[in-house]
């Protein structure tokens, strides 16, 4: 019996591996209607071709965007996509408008790319990614359960 298969695998590489064992179905990612409640502000909703239903609201998106500086900002902040910084005690509270696309556009067949009136357009989100963030409880109960940290 051989031991060259054993290895530890770090944790970058777990969650490669986690998603490469768990990919999603085509069914899972290929949205059967997008709503993008841009009047009434609220955010977006999909209806996935396999049944499931997503609703985000455009705060959770703005702070889940997926370009590479959003992610690294939330990489040294110990953030998780969607989850935005606890607002410090600021010197001068001012109101500041929840977070709302001016517009939002298809990017081919695959990804929705909103345009921020903060003026920030680089996040592509694509049908996969957004299916992955899914907030319903069903999936952020399993997305939440495998890592065993408190808190
Ligand atoms: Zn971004
Ligand atoms: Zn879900």
Redesign the pocket.
Known sequence: MSHEGIRFATKEEQAREDAENHPLPRIAMTPEKVRVLLTEGKGLEIDWKDGHKSAWSFAFLRAA???????EARAQQGLKPGQSKPKAAELLPMYTPPPKPSSVQPVGRYALQFNWLDG?T??IYSWEYLRRICQCHECTFVSAEPTGAPN
């Not at 965007?65 to 992610?71: D, E, I, M, W």
């Open positions: 965007c997926p370009c590479a500086t959003c992610v920030h680089s996040g």
